[in-house]
């Protein structure tokens, strides 16, 4: 239990770590809201999920847990990838549309979704986190 908890801490310490670096170089300037931010480059949620799902696939294989965490972690990455990247494009339309008549409303959060290469890094920063840690 406790090396999954490590485990699990320390795949979203080091993915929002990893998102903190790229938003801070690309910005010209220290951003430290990217560790509270959802989306970005890479998905916290996809290594995560990935992280867990091999963590119970190292202490139990292929059982009947393995397989709910596998088709749990493809919903998440799903939803990442596609719900959640489809609220973001319309959340900018809206802030557009917004600004342009001058309707004074709370602007919309534009970084929800992922694109399917955050997503990919995600994975395989959960991938290999987990490898080193149970190798």
Known sequence: MIKLILVLGL??????TFKFVIDSFSMGKLYFWSY??????????SAV????????????????????V?????????????VRYETELEAKDLNKV???????????????GHKPLQVLAGIMLGFIISLIFYL
């Not at 509270?36 to 949620?45: A, C, I, K, R």
């Not at 596998?70 to 596609?82: E, Q, R, T």
């Not at 342009?100 to 959060?109: G, Y």
């Open 49 to 68: 999920v990935t992280s867990l799902t091999l963590v119970v696939y190292f202490n139990q294989g292929f059982s009947l847990l393995f397989f709910v």
């Open 70 to 82: 596998f088709v749990f972690s493809l919903i998440i990455l799903n939803d990442a990838m596609k």
């Open 11 to 16: 795949t979203f310490f080091i993915s929002q």
């Open 36 to 45: 509270l931010q959802d989306g970005g480059m890479p998905s916290t949620h």
């Open 98 to 112: 917004m600004r342009k008549l001058h309707i004074l409303h709370k602007t919309l959060n534009e970084r929800v």
